[in-house]
């Protein structure tokens, strides 16, 4: 048994650890958004780890190829940007939040309006629109 396979066997050792603790921690979870943001370690350690096992092992069997280098550097890469992504649209299905460009102009027009209206204490201007009678 080389370094290189007790390297390998500990990357996987790790990461079937942190596969275990993070499917008890999702078990006992009390809800659904509970849940998903359970998965970060899962997703965002465990799978890295065991594409450096996977690198670890080639590099020590078939020697350094740069182009199974790059492969998993992108791989890891990609992996964080997916599962960042897929994290944040699991979490607004579970409460249902949408956006609709209607509200968000609503509350920006709002706030606007707040921002324009004088401060207490001043003379405001009267509005030409709105004729006395």
């Not at 004088?118 to 030409?128: C, F, L, Q």
Request: hydrophobic letters at 50%; aromatic letters at 6%; glycine letters at 4%.
């Amino acid at each position: 048994m080389t370094i290189s396979d007790i390297i390998v066997g500990a990357l996987v050792l790790l990461a079937a650890f942190i596969a275990m603790v993070t499917v008890r921690s999702i078990w006992e979870a009390k809800d659904a958004l509970t849940r998903v943001n359970l998965l970060s370690p899962l997703t965002g350690v465990a799978l890295p780890l065991l594409i450096i096992a996977n690198l670890v092992n080639d590099f020590s069997t078939k020697g350094f190829d740069p182009n199974n280098l790059v492969r998993a550097i992108i791989s890891i890469a990609f992996l964080l940007a997916v599962v960042s992504v897929s994290s944040f649209y699991l979490a607004r299905a579970i409460y249902g939040v949408s956006v609709d460009d209607r509200v968000r102009l609503a509350k920006e027009r709002s706030s606007q309006q707040e921002d324009d209206a004088p401060a207490e204490g001043s003379a405001a201007e009267p509005d030409p629109q709105v004729s006395e009678q």
